[in-house]
């Protein structure tokens, strides 16, 4: 069946849907595709007038757009109290992208569907930022470059490579890079692009804040990877730091154990009681930084039992740090 050829109530219907499109559509166009004069044309939105609709009709003569108000859309979305509260601690997780267009970007989109909040639970909904919080960690600061931020995004949305140069963790000169965006990531507060090396033709975690230059190619594209998968990027990791999985094996005491069995750490993870309370936890994952310095944190409430390269750089770690408070009534100045 045409459009044409549908009957008075079926035209109705399809009008309605036609003019809720994004810019709405010409006058001309309704009359010829539902085969209408302008006195009849007038007769329908007259009818969805008096429905209470709010139509827009702008422009003269068969030119004119008619449209509906975009208000009037939003306003038939009623969002639950559950979807409400979903929205607002969301957002309270982003605090860390203040000041950038994200932030701005999530805020609008919250304030735009205030209306569809329902009567019913508007009340319940005040004071939501005393009754829900998010504590904030030790975030990354971006507001000093948003235009850098703006220029990743626009890669990853285009598939455009870029040219970039990024400061290594450890300081020195930093490396020029022709990368294939593909996944913008948070960490810890903090955000990481996953980009394809092109000269190494490999996958690579960058933070964001590290990049001393990031343009992109408008007028180049590359094709987005099929079986690219950005979780098995991290898959091996623990946090956002990717390399060869270990077996890795750690002894913690009865004064944290409630703390280590209480927490998801990876995938892998096994954790066996021990006779004193205590429980040994076993895991799968890649030694990085992040691993470093979780097990450097629990200081003697863990000993960390394999594999023989990690126990060496965590002994490390414990005898430098005790180093600085050698018993000689001052820190120790260290030379690396």
Same mark, same amino acid.
């Given at each position: 069946m045409t459009d044409d050829s549908l009957n008075k109530s &079926?035209?109705?219907v399809r009008i309605f849907e036609i003019v809720q499109r994004r810019g709405g559509v010409s006058a001309q166009d309704l009359m010829e595709r539902f085969d209408l004069d302008a006195r009849t044309l007038r007769r329908y939105l007259s009818d969805l007038k008096d429905l209470g609709l709010p139509m827009r009709d702008e422009g003269v003569g068969a030119d004119r757009i008619l449209s509906l108000d975009p208000a009037y859309a939003r306003s038939g979305v009623q969002l639950t109290l559950a979807e409400v509260l979903s929205l607002h601690f969301g957002r309270t997780l982003f605090t860390f992208l203040d000041g950038t267009s994200f932030a701005a970007d999530i805020e609008g989109a919250i304030e735009r569907l205030q209306p569809a909040i329902a009567r019913? %639970?508007?009340? +319940? %909904?005040? @004071? +939501? @930022?005393r009754k829900f919080m998010a504590v904030p960690e030790h975030a990354k600061d971006y507001r000093s470059d948003p235009d850098k931020l703006d220029e990743i995004v626009s890669a990853l949305l285009y598939s455009n490579p870029a040219d970039a140069e990024y400061r290594p963790a450890r300081g020195g000169f930093g490396k020029v890079y022709r990368l294939e965006p593909l996944t913008l990531a948070t960490y810890r507060q903090g955000l990481y692009l996953f980009a394809r090396d092109t &000269? *190494?033709?490999?996958v690579k975690s960058f933070a964001v804040e590290r990049f001393e230059r990031f343009a992109r190619l408008r007028r180049e594209k590359f094709e987005y990877p099929t079986g690219y998968d950005p979780h098995a990027v991290v898959a091996d990791s623990f946090g956002i730091t990717s390399g060869p999985p270990e077996d890795i094996v750690a002894r913690f005491t009865p004064d944290v154990a +409630?703390? =280590?069995? *209480?927490?998801?750490w990876h995938p892998t993870q096994?954790?066996?009681p021990l006779?004193?309370?205590g429980v040994r936890l076993r895991m799968r994952v890649s030694v990085g930084p992040e691993l470093r310095e979780w097990l450097v944190g629990f200081g003697p409430q863990v000993r960390v039992e394999a594999p023989p390269g990690l126990v060496a750089q965590v002994r490390e770690a414990h005898r430098a740090a005790a180093a600085l408070y050698a018993d000689d009534g001052g820190p120790v *100045? &260290? =030379?690396c």
């Amino acid at each position: 069946m045409t459009d044409d050829s549908l009957n008075k109530s &079926q035209k109705f219907v399809r009008i309605f849907e036609i003019v809720q499109r994004r810019g709405g559509v010409s006058a001309q166009d309704l009359m010829e595709r539902f085969d209408l004069d302008a006195r009849t044309l007038r007769r329908y939105l007259s009818d969805l007038k008096d429905l209470g609709l709010p139509m827009r009709d702008e422009g003269v003569g068969a030119d004119r757009i008619l449209s509906l108000d975009p208000a009037y859309a939003r306003s038939g979305v009623q969002l639950t109290l559950a979807e409400v509260l979903s929205l607002h601690f969301g957002r309270t997780l982003f605090t860390f992208l203040d000041g950038t267009s994200f932030a701005a970007d999530i805020e609008g989109a919250i304030e735009r569907l205030q209306p569809a909040i329902a009567r019913s %639970t508007s009340d +319940l %909904t005040r @004071d +939501l @930022d005393r009754k829900f919080m998010a504590v904030p960690e030790h975030a990354k600061d971006y507001r000093s470059d948003p235009d850098k931020l703006d220029e990743i995004v626009s890669a990853l949305l285009y598939s455009n490579p870029a040219d970039a140069e990024y400061r290594p963790a450890r300081g020195g000169f930093g490396k020029v890079y022709r990368l294939e965006p593909l996944t913008l990531a948070t960490y810890r507060q903090g955000l990481y692009l996953f980009a394809r090396d092109t &000269q *190494e033709d490999k996958v690579k975690s960058f933070a964001v804040e590290r990049f001393e230059r990031f343009a992109r190619l408008r007028r180049e594209k590359f094709e987005y990877p099929t079986g690219y998968d950005p979780h098995a990027v991290v898959a091996d990791s623990f946090g956002i730091t990717s390399g060869p999985p270990e077996d890795i094996v750690a002894r913690f005491t009865p004064d944290v154990a +409630l703390f =280590v069995r *209480e927490r998801h750490w990876h995938p892998t993870q096994r954790i066996e009681p021990l006779p004193d309370g205590g429980v040994r936890l076993r895991m799968r994952v890649s030694v990085g930084p992040e691993l470093r310095e979780w097990l450097v944190g629990f200081g003697p409430q863990v000993r960390v039992e394999a594999p023989p390269g990690l126990v060496a750089q965590v002994r490390e770690a414990h005898r430098a740090a005790a180093a600085l408070y050698a018993d000689d009534g001052g820190p120790v *100045e &260290q =030379v690396c």
